[in-house]
């Protein structure tokens, strides 16, 4: 016996052998079994859903020697394998693609339809892809379509009911056939395997049943073909290499990733399956498709009949959903792949969209859209609540931390008492005493570093986009000692010395201000050098109130080569700072005051080893 296709050898012969569509196998029996069947039914629906299949079962129904019309015919009478070949005299079996025609309708149908059955009760004609017929066609058919002879049954099936007239459309029983979910096709392959003897592993089923996209058709033609490629032993390897499936395992492998935010992680992820031959754009539509998935659950709680996926992965792609921060995380992830699959209908490198994804992704802090904001802010706020790793700011050493809500964790409490100075003045002797540490005004908890540097940048940008660049693309790290690092990389030294600059520090100085809400000790450093570390950043707009008076202190720059050293020289020979100090103080105080530099000034000079000339002495 000639082979036979295995989409032929398990074609379903009873309502009971068909799968996934039992809203219209019940409502068939039931017409049936009433007497009440129409004279006209419309089959709409997907490719290999069991249209024809359908319209051939019927036909068995009614035609059935063991008892027609009957709602469960035995299939294996004369006259059901007749039908099943397409053999039965009483079957007309048309396919409108070929005949589409006033001439082929007239000839076929409309002049033999008064004619008796042959050998049943019923004559059933079978119009397959009539949405194919002309305009003419459908209209010469209409008049006897609305009025059938009692013994005629029309049933006519198309993959594109917008297509049918509505008039033919008004005159027959609509029937929808939906897309076989994963699960039935998977149980359906499962069946069909074990018939053959094939040894096939479980979880490769639900990667051709996803491959077939809802079709019975597809699965099992795929199914076949695996056979002819792997033999008798079908794995989870073989259906990714032919098909360019990806396993739901390898998928939740990769979410998690992204979940965790390991970038390296998702880039030997990316690799790995580079190597193997995979196809990064299939790839991508099943993260994609995935990714829904996942959002679907995790708002849903249940995946209500939305989600086409076995019970075992909707357990898992519940898990899944549980590592993100939030429904909107997992939505940004969702938003990123659109975006991906978008760029990748159009690019040559396909690798560097799904890695640029991945990343920005991973990433969220070194994006400003709307999104990734969200996302961060979000994952402060579970952190909080979760006692996360988000340290509380403190303000002073006098006061008690606190934890900071997240609508303001980038923003210090600051010391009720504002009018204390971030620096401790204290007297000292500059020949006997070095000079005093200062301790920070605000301190910056590790994790929040990098948003408080990120909300600076965002300021620098608005009030002076033109100096934006030379902070751009650098990375803020608080130290132990108190200190927030900005950091350049090496080959930015250029662009950090001039950052360094002394108008940049001011505008740095008040974006950093307007970050925290307070003053912040910082410094430039790229690797071990060190442009620019100022004893604390002050708000250069701020004007004293009361009259000052100027004093000139004069720097020896060969004196200023210490390692540790805390401010930038100019590069001529020598330097003038001009500092200022209110002229508030009475009686001697006052004249002692201008009469040499102020506490403050001495220490920071002290510390950079200058070497100090009193000018008044001099001249």
């Known amino acids: 016996m000639a082979y036979q296709s295995l989409y032929r050898k398990y074609r379903p012969t009873t309502f009971d052998d068909m799968v996934g569509q039992s809203h219209i196998t019940r409502t068939l029996r039931n017409a049936i079994a ?8 419309l089959f709409v629906g997907p490719r290999g859903t069991g249209k024809t299949t359908t319209a051939r079962i019927l036909a068995k129904a009614l035609l059935c020697q063991s008892g027609a019309p009957t709602p469960d015919p035995d299939g294996t009478c004369e006259g059901c394998l007749e039908i099943a070949t397409s053999n039965h005299p009483d079957v007309i079996e048309l396919d409108a693609a070929s005949r589409t025609g006033v001439e082929n309708v007239r000839d076929e149908i409309i002049s033999r339809v008064h004619y008796a059955p042959v050998s049943g009760t019923y004559k059933v004609y079978i119009i397959d892809e009539v949405h194919m017929l002309s305009t003419g066609a459908f209209n010469a058919m209409l008049k006897t379509l609305e009025e059938p002879p009692d013994h005629v049954i029309f049933v006519m099936c198309t993959t594109h009911p917008q297509k049918v007239p509505q008039t033919i459309r008004s005159r027959c029983q609509q029937f929808d056939f939906h897309p076989i979910s994963t699960e039935d096709i998977s149980g359906r392959l499962g069946y069909i395997a074990s018939a053959e003897g094939i040894n096939i592993d479980p979880a490769a089923l639900p990667l051709i049943a996803k491959y077939a996209d809802g079709g019975m058709r597809d699965a099992i033609t795929a199914l076949e073909q695996l056979i002819s490629f792997a033999g008798d032993d079908i794995a989870v390897d073989d259906v990714e290499g032919m098909l360019g499936e990806i396993d739901t395992q390898s998928l939740t492998s990769l979410v998690t990733f992204v979940a965790n935010r390991d970038t390296v992680a998702c880039l030997q992820w990316v690799q790995s399956q580079v190597e193997v031959g995979g196809d990064l754009v299939e790839i991508t539509r099943s993260l994609q498709e995935y990714v829904r998935d996942v959002y679907i659950l995790s708002l849903l709680g249940v995946s209500g009949g939305i989600i086409d996926r076995t019970s075992d992965e909707i357990k898992v792609l519940a898990q899944v959903g549980e590592l993100f921060v939030g429904p909107e995380h997992i939505a940004r992830l969702l938003s990123l792949s659109d975006e991906a699959m978008a760029t990748m209908r159009r690019s040559t490198n396909p690798r560097l969209v799904l ?8 990433r969220p802090q070194r994006e400003w859209t709307v999104e990734a904001l969200a996302q961060r802010i979000e994952m402060l706020e579970r952190q909080m609540e979760t006692g996360g790793p988000a340290a509380p700011v403190t303000t002073s050493s006098a006061q008690q931390e606190s934890p900071v809500s997240a609508a303001s964790s980038v923003a210090a409490n600051i010391s009720a008492d504002q009018e204390k100075p971030a620096v401790a003045h204290t007297p000292v002797d500059e020949q006997d005493e070095p000079a005093t540490t200062p301790t920070p005004a605000v301190q910056i908890s590790q994790g929040r570093a990098e948003q408080i540097w990120r909300i600076a940048l965002t300021h620098i940008r608005e009030v002076h986009p033109s100096r934006y660049p030379l902070f751009a693309d650098t990375g803020a790290s608080y130290s132990d000692e108190g200190t927030l690092v900005i950091s350049y990389s ?22 950093l201000l307007e970050a925290v809400g307070s003053e912040v000790i910082f410094r430039l450093s790229a690797g071990e050098e060190v442009v620019y570390s100022p004893i604390v950043a002050v708000d250069k707009a701020e004007a004293p109130a009361a009259p000052v008076q100027e004093e000139t202190v004069s720097v020896d720059k060969d004196d200023t080569s210490t390692g540790t050293a805390d401010a930038t020289v100019p590069s001529s020979e020598s330097a003038s700072m001009t500092v200022t100090e209110p002229e508030s103080r009475a009686g001697s105080a006052e004249s002692e005051a201008s009469d040499k530099p102020n506490d403050e000034l001495m220490g920071a000079l002290n510390a950079l080893g200058a070497t100090i000339v009193d000018t008044q002495e001099v001249s």
């Open 490 to 511: 090496a080959d930015q030294a250029f662009r950090m010395k001039q950052a360094g600059e002394r108008n940049n520090i001011a505008l740095l100085s008040n974006a």
């Open 34 to 41: 009433s007497d009440q069947l129409a004279h006209a039914y």
């Open 355 to 362: 890695e640029m994804m991945l990343i920005r992704a991973t």
